[in-house]
T-cell receptor
Framework: AQTVTQSQPEMSVQEAETVTLSCTYD???????LFWYKQPPSRQMILVIR??????QNATENRFSVNFQKAAKSFSLKISDSQLGDAAMYFC????????????FGKGTKLTVNP | DAGVTQSPTHLIKTRGQQVTLRCSPK?????VSWYQQALGQGPQFIFQ???????QRGNFPDRFSGHQFPNYSSELNVNALLLGDSALYLC???????????FGPGTRLLVL
């Protein structure tokens, strides 16, 4: 069974600084999808960024980027120029076939942004 | 473009009762998945519906059942509620064979 591990229950960062959230996963598949979702106190789970395993290039979305290390089964999220609005729970998730397959989530990392 | 909507936003029930939660998918989406998120945990997959049939199921008892309607909206039913069923229930929609699931705001269920 696939598993996702987030080893940092909590992280904090100063506004305008950079922070990296860690995620490791376990799967025997070679093609799959990885996601980072953000869940603010409003509870709505918002997609931050996604990565297709067959793509070697790391995904980037504005201030958010990932470091995808397929051999190491590692998928970290880097947030640059952190803003107060980035404060939230961040969940790493795995899916074998994307929209038609279940998402397997980690336990999350709570990110605090200090002014 | 309407996103995923869920109703109600909050619900309080007592042990042994039954509850129905509702979800309308994002416009154009045909697949609905349900997740249970206990306090302080990541979401856990309950089941997924496509073409009005349950296609996948997570490790949840038969007390959890669902339905998908021809307009792709979906219901989650939980019978014989237990205290441990208290959680945030999230609905996610997607287009079959595309990679991303989009979530609704969730329904907070409290079982007393």
């Amino acid at each position: 069974a696939q598993t996702v591990t987030q080893s940092q229950p909590e992280m904090s960062v100063q506004e305008a600084e950079t922070v990296t959230l860690s995620c490791t996963y376990d799967t025997s598949e070679s093609d799959y999808y990885l996601f980072w979702y953000k869940q603010p106190p409003s509870r709505q789970m918002i997609l931050v960024i996604r990565q297709e395993a067959y793509k070697q290039q790391n995904a980037t979305e504005n201030r958010f980027s990932v470091n995808f290390q397929k051999a190491a089964k590692s998928f970290s999220l880097k947030i640059s120029d952190s803003q107060l609005g980035d404060a939230a729970m961040y969940f790493c998730a795995y899916s074998y076939q994307g929209g038609s397959e279940k998402l397997v989530f980690g336990k999350g990392t709570k990110l605090t942004v200090n002014p | 473009d309407a996103g995923v909507t869920q109703s109600p936003t909050h619900l309080i029930k007592t042990r042994g009762q039954q509850v129905t939660l509702r979800c309308s998918p994002k416009s154009g989406h045909d697949t609905v998945s349900w997740y249970q998120q206990a306090l302080g945990q990541g979401p856990q997959f309950i089941f997924q519906y496509y073409e009005e049939e349950e296609r996948q199921r997570g490790n949840f008892p038969d007390r959890f059942s669902g339905h998908q309607f021809p307009n792709y909206s979906s219901e989650l039913n939980v019978n014989a509620l237990l205290l441990g069923d208290s959680a945030l229930y999230l609905c996610a929609s997607s287009l079959r064979y595309q990679e991303t699931q989009y979530f609704g705001p969730g329904t907070r269920l409290l079982v007393l």
